[in-house]
């Protein structure tokens, strides 16, 4: 089985933290980055074990999309990056991206401002009322983070690689959307494989139910990090 690469993280997109925990024992030290979301983070304790996963060594990726004013922002932050957490997601609006940007100052915490979700298609930003495209609005959210000089941008491989040529290679660019050859695209619309993401510039991937959902998660887990080894990591 392939070492774990922090390249990959995978998605705890569970209810309990029972289960969270016996997946986390069954990917042992074939993962090494792990996101939570909201499922787990409200549901299941995920706040709690988040903590405990970096306590045993882990990273830890909090994937809530703060929205909401600068103050809120801040004071949610702050409590984020006193965690020892490595990623935390905000909606790339300019006020948020920057109020986040200042809470997160001194710590290890990088800022991910969420650009448009990877379920989202041209047809539904229409429906939103935005006037733009999705590679449009991506283009620019991600110009506004890197004025914001926050740690990166979350958005699908598919504007990966627009996105690396605005931002330049000190940014993460953290893709979702993410399933290997053959895999079921659940309710994603904008999808890469693991390999194709990387060279179109992504750094981080996130895998969830292929990796969570598979009959040997450390199995999956290690074919997964396999391929991405083909794609060497850009240099520091």
Do not use: W
């Amino acid at each position: 089985m392939a070492n774990a690469d922090d390249r990959l993280i995978v998605a705890l997109d569970l209810s309990a933290r029972a289960e969270a925990e016996k997946l986390v024992e069954k990917l042992g030290d074939s993962v090494s980055f792990y996101k939570i979301g909201y499922q787990f983070f409200f549901g299941g304790d995920g706040f709690a074990f988040g903590k405990e996963l970096i306590a045993a060594g882990k990273k830890v990726f909090f994937d809530l999309k703060l929205f909401d004013i600068e103050n809120t922002v801040e004071k949610g932050v702050e409590a984020f990056a006193k965690s020892g957490a490595s990623f935390l997601t905000v909606h790339a609006y300019p006020k948020v991206i920057g109020a986040a940007a200042r809470a997160a100052a001194g710590s290890q915490l990088k800022i991910l401002g969420v650009t448009v979700l990877t379920s989202y298609d041209n047809d539904d930003m229409m429906y939103a009322g935005y006037d733009r495209d999705v590679e449009s609005l991506v283009g620019l959210r991600a110009h506004q983070a890197k004025l914001a000089n926050i740690g990166g941008i979350v958005c699908s491989p598919h504007e990966a690689a627009m996105a690396r040529t605005l931002i330049g290679d000190e940014l993460a660019i953290v893709t979702p959307g993410i399933r290997p050859a053959g895999a079921k695209t659940n309710d994603q619309k904008r999808i890469m494989t693991p390999s194709e993401a990387l060279e179109n510039g992504a750094s981080h991937i996130v895998v969830g139910r292929p990796i969570t959902a598979a009959d040997s998660p450390a199995q999956e887990a290690g074919a997964i990090v396999a391929e991405m080894a083909k794609v060497a990591p850009d240099a520091d």
